[in-house]
């Protein structure tokens, strides 16, 4: 069983930067690897949406059109961890942040942009990108 906590979320002007963290815990030895990890987000009143992913290999990664050219996700599977560094930030970005694991899937895919396909969810972040 892996959990996953989310990390780096706060307040930031438009055009400002920020960087989530996401860190797997518990029977993470040999199993991170495992996982093509994807990030979304929900803001309020509206439905969780695929920001992006990257596959388990680290090499590939997949973004919304709405983010491409500012998100960058990046895992470090020696840290069972994986990053979405955020820059060009705009008001339309605020959100609850997630992180999510799917099993599974080819070592080098990353296109899974159904939130129903993850296995495993983090407890979510905040950006608010203020105008």
């Known amino acids: 069983q892996l959990q996953f906590v989310e990390s780096g979320g706060g307040l930031v002007q438009a055009g400002g930067s920020l960087t989530l963290s996401c860190a797997a815990s518990g029977s993470t030895f040999t199993t991170f690897t495992r996982y093509t990890m994807g990030w979304f987000r929900q803001a309020p009143g509206k439905e969780r949406e695929f920001v992006g992913a990257?596959?388990?290999?680290?090499?590939?990664?997949d973004y919304a059109d709405s983010v491409k050219g500012r998100f960058t996700i990046s895992r470090d599977n020696a840290k069972n961890t994986v990053h979405l560094q955020m820059i060009n930030l705009k008001p339309d970005d605020t959100a609850v942040y997630y992180c999510?694991?799917?099993?599974?899937?080819?070592?080098?895919?990353?296109?899974?942009?159904?939130?129903?396909?993850?296995?495993?969810w983090g407890q979510g972040t905040q950006v608010t990108v203020s105008s």
């Open positions: 990257i596959s388990r290999s680290g090499v590939n990664t």
């Open positions: 999510a694991a799917k099993a599974g899937t080819y070592y080098s895919s990353s296109y899974y942009p159904s939130p129903g396909g993850y296995d495993y």
